[in-house]
């Protein structure tokens, strides 16, 4: 800026300097010129009328100094000339004085010489006798002029020079000093020239602009990470050139990153190719998915480009914990596979019962046991169809069914009661004990926990054997606890048995009619309740669940 200034002073202080010295010297010459021109007319109209007087006598003694005097006869010769040997000289009809003045009376011009230093005027009259009398005079041109104030022109000049400079400075300095001093955070409390008023209201107000820009983006900055930060999801945000510009605390546990990663490289922080592969499409401006496997578990990687005005400006990593999602869609297949095999069983023993009843080909006495086993392996199905509907209505959340104040003991006298000829028949003895233990929960479902679990007791013991039911209240939960003194669990099955289908011993299920579905009801239906399932077996000695339920 300093110097900006500084240029621009001394260049307009030159070319002030410069087109003085050419206008002043040139009007003046010009001035000069014009009043040399009359003055010689002046002096040829008096040497005219001299020579018109005496003839070429005027020019005898003639002392003219300066002066060039020549008389010229009306052919053009030169009669006296005062400067050269009139013998040797032109003719002089061609000169332009002269011509103008044979024709007009009175002629001048001017003419530089060969070198352009000098410059003659020309002043010729007619006399009466037709011939002409020319008066010059030589005079400096203008460059010699020029030339010769060189000296005192380039002192002015290196005067005007310095002067220029002490003023660029002075007035550079001037100009600059508020400039420099301005405080930016405080615009309005500047006092510069007035000049300056108009920049320092607009920093001021672009500065609030700025601010509460500021402040806005700081908002929506707050905003975005209190979302991404309780998301369960992942989610980082990468500029164009795959750097990390966001990371939520969920992606940042998932791949073992801190804070500091922001600015990184994505691929430095996970070097998985599937995730570089969709990672360099989304750069590419093309959306992909893939599944990648993290600390054990499955995740789906979505990557979508962030686009704006056409351009890829850069992509947004989503991570989706699908593991649950696909041990349940594992789960799922094994279900309907076990269903299919399950029902397959009985239904070939039915349809072979019926072919040979069909055929003729049982003997009389073999068709009512016949009857009765199909009608046992129906028995056996419908128990299969029932526990499937009741697990798959469990599945759904059992949100139909109302929820209301029951007593487990009343419960489990019912259930008792409806085992009964089972017990009878195995050879076992039930027994209820315990207090009243009102809960808040779903009457069919509490009812199906005591039923099943009383149902696997009598099934799973020994002749002569005990059930023993008791209900009580411990530490504010209402305690279910079934006692068998049956064949037990070995601990290695223990945690299984609650499998869907996971049975013991497969035969010895079936042969006392169990679905292997019992233990799975009991264990979701307890869940819906909020209830704890605890189990403790010895095998030879027998089997006791503990459900607590929450009063
Ligand atoms: P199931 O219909 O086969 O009884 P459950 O889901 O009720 O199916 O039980 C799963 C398996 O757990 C049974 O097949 C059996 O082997 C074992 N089991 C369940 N309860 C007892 C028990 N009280 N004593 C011994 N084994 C049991």
């Given amino acids: 800026m300093t110097k900006r200034i500084f240029r621009s002073i001394c260049l307009v202080a030159l070319t002030v300097f410069l087109a003085s010295v050419v206008l002043i010297m040139g009007v003046l010459y010009e001035y000069f010129s014009d009043v040399e021109q009359e003055q010689l007319k002046m002096q040829t109209i008096l040497a005219a009328q001299g020579v018109s007087h005496e003839g070429i006598a005027y020019f005898h003694d003639l002392t003219v100094k300066d002066y060039r005097i ?116 405080n615009p309005l409390s500047n006092e510069g020239y007035d000049e300056l008023s108009p920049l320092l209201r607009r920093i001021d107000s672009q500065q609030k602009q ?70 360099s499409k989304a750069l590419r401006g093309e959306r992909g998915e893939n599944m990648i496997r993290l600390h054990g578990e499955s995740y789906q990687i979505d990557a979508d480009p962030i686009i704006s005005e056409n351009i890829v400006r850069g992509a947004a990593l989503f991570f989706f914990n699908v593991t649950e999602k696909e041990k349940a869609e594992q789960l799922r297949r094994e279900f309907t596979a076990n269903v299919s095999h399950e029902l397959k069983t009985p239904l070939h023993s039915i349809s072979g019962y019926a072919e040979l009843l069909k055929n003729d080909m049982v003997k009389e006495n073999d068709k009512i046991p016949f009857a009765g086993k199909i009608y046992d392996e129906a028995g056996r199905m419908i128990r299969l169809v029932e526990d499937i509907i009741s697990l798959s209505h469990l599945d759904e959340g059992a949100n139909d069914m109302q929820r209301e104040n029951i007593d487990l003991y009343t419960l489990a006298e019912k259930a008792i009661q409806s085992l009964e000829p089972q017990a009878n028949t195995a050879c076992v003895a039930l027994e209820l004990s315990g207090v009243p233990a009102v809960i808040n929960g779903i009457p069919q479902l509490l009812y199906s926990v005591i039923y099943n679990l009383c149902d696997n007791a009598i099934k799973y013991n020994r002749e002569n054997g005990k059930v023993i039911v008791n209900i009580r209240d411990e530490n504010g939960m209402a305690v279910l606890s079934v006692e068998d003194t049956g064949i037990g669990i070995a601990h290695e099955h223990q945690e299984r048995i609650f499998e869907r289908f996971y049975r013991v011993d497969k035969s010895h299920s079936k042969a006392v009619g169990g679905t292997g579905l019992g233990l799975s009801i009991v264990k ?20 006791t669940v503990v459900v607590a339920f929450p009063e």
């Fill in 210 to 279: 700025l601010r509460g820009q500021k402040a806005e983006l700081l908002q929506k900055e707050n905003e975005l990470n209190t979302i991404t930060g309780s998301m369960n999801e992942g989610m980082i945000l990468l500029n164009r050139k795959g750097k990390i510009i966001s990371i939520n605390p969920a992606a940042r546990k998932l791949l073992d990153a801190d804070t500091d990663c922001i600015g990184t490289d994505m691929l430095s922080l996970c070097r998985n190719l599937e995730l570089q592969e969709i990672l």
């Fill in 70 to 185: 020549s008389w010229i006869d009306s052919e053009g010769n030169v009669i006296f000339d005062s400067a050269s040997d009139t013998s040797e000289m032109k003719n002089h009809l061609e000169r332009e004085e002269v011509r103008e003045a044979l024709s007009s009376g009175y002629g001048e011009s001017r003419r530089y010489s060969a070198t352009l230093m000098e410059r003659s005027f020309y002043s010729a009259l007619k006399l009466n006798d037709g011939s002409i009398l020319r008066l010059s005079i030589s005079q400096n041109s203008i460059f010699t002029l020029l030339l010769g104030m060189m000296q005192p022109i380039c002192m002015i000049f290196v005067i005007a020079l310095v002067l220029s400079i002490a003023l660029a400075v002075q007035v550079s300095k001037k100009i600059v000093k508020p400039l420099n001093e301005i405080d930016l955070d």
């Fill in 524 to 543: 979701h239906a307890a869940k819906i309740h909020n209830a704890k399932v605890d189990i403790n077996s010895y095998v030879g000695k027998g089997t």
